[in-house]
Every structure is written in C-alpha cells, then in structure tokens.
C-alpha cells in the first residue's frame, strides 16, 4: 500500500489582501461599465467606491514597502527591487486614475467616460499581472529566506498598526472573497480582540456585502 506525504500549508502573505483587492478592483471595473454619469447619486456611488479602491491600493502598496519588502531585502538583498519597481510604476497611474475619478461632475461626454474606462481596464490588467507575479515569485521568495514564526510575527507587526477603520476597510473587500473557513480562522482573532460594539460593527458591514445564505453559513460556524 502506498501512502501520500501530505504536506502543511506554508503562511501565504499576500492571498488574503490580494483577494481583496482583486474583489474591490472587480466590483470598481463591474459598476464603471454601467454608471450612468448623468444620474448624480449614480455617479456619487461610483466615486465612494473608487474611494475604497484607490484607499486600499495606497495602503498596500505602502505596508507591502516598508514591512513586506524591507524584510525580504534585509533578507535577501535585492530581492525587493522588482516589486518596488512595479509599485512606483502602478501609483503613479493610480494617482492619475484617482484625480480624474474625483474631478467627474456628470457633463462628461459619453466617448470621455469609455475612455476612463479603457485607462481604468489596462491598469486593472497590469495590476492583476503584479500581484500574481507576488504570489508567484515574491510568495516563494519569503517561504524560502523566513520561517512560518517569522512570517506570522511579521503579519502580526503589520495588523498591529493598522488603524481600526482601514482594517473595516479592508475586512469589508477581504471577507466576502474569501472561503468560509478561512473567513473563521481571520474573524476569531478579531472577536477575541475587538469590543463587542466594533466586532458587531464589522459583521453589521460584513453582513452587506455577502448573500444571506453565506452570512448565516459564517454565524453558524462562528459561534
């Protein structure tokens, strides 16, 4: 009889926020295509949810700089060069992005709206290209020069300074993307953390963003 070694699971440190992002990204390009600039409270939806995106984007980028990075150069120098290419690359589009997004009243032309768009949709691709380039090659690079302790202290670092409504922002596009199991495993510690009135909160906004059936599938193995 032959036995299959199965292996553990090595810590992953950028699937939990890529999938939000690539949910946020996803759900921006989806509600672009049909926004209606002409209908005010159309146009103000699109703008807050740019709002999330571009919020979240910018804190990635930074938090993946000066821990994710710098740990990974302290490391293995040279290592961090690509990626810190890419993101000043990526946010300098971002910024572009962003700027022509806020400066949107609602007498935009039909052809400058498809324009914004296209621009919107190539940055989307070029974007996704990065992050799985990440979770591809960077995701190696730091299971190779830390150990799963390491890389668990080094989340831990991370989350410790987030501020508590960016970790609502982030929870919101992160959860929904996520299976239910590892929603508990990310929830739990939250639970343990947070007052009753902010965990309530986040599972208030939480709640919002999944399907009945999927939040009372996350209640129930929650509690």
């Not at 324009?115 to 979770?135: G, R, T």
């Not at 799963?148 to 596009?173: G, Q, S």
Request: aromatic letters at 8%; a negative charge.
């Amino acid at each position: 009889m032959t036995f299959v070694k199965k292996t553990m699971s090595r810590i992953k440190s950028f699937a939990a926020p890529h999938k939000g992002l690539r949910n946020v990204l996803s759900k921006f390009s989806y509600q672009l295509g049909h926004t209606n600039f002409n209908i005010p409270a159309e146009l103000s939806a699109l703008k807050q949810l740019g709002r999330d995106m571009f919020a979240l984007l910018n804190d990635h980028a930074a938090t993946e700089n000066s821990h994710t990075l710098r740990n990974l150069e302290e490391r293995a120098p040279g290592s961090s060069q690509h990626d810190m290419e890419d993101h000043a690359r990526l946010e300098e589009i971002q910024a572009e992005l962003e700027s022509r997004l806020s400066s949107f009243s609602g007498i935009e032309s039909p052809d400058e709206v498809h324009e914004y768009y296209l621009d919107f949709s190539l940055f989307h691709s070029i974007y996704l290209e990065h992050i799985h380039e990440e979770e591809t090659v960077t995701e190696k690079l730091l299971q190779e020069h830390f150990t799963d302790e390491e890389l668990t202290n080094h989340r831990i670092a991370i989350m410790a300074k987030v501020p508590f409504p960016t970790l609502c922002l982030w929870l919101k596009y992160i959860v929904p993307a996520q299976a239910i199991a590892e929603i508990i495993g990310m929830l739990s510690g939250l639970k343990q953390k947070a007052s009753a009135a902010d965990f309530k909160a986040v599972m208030t906004m939480i709640q919002a963003e999944m399907s009945n059936d999927r939040f009372e599938n996350l209640i129930a193995n929650l509690n």
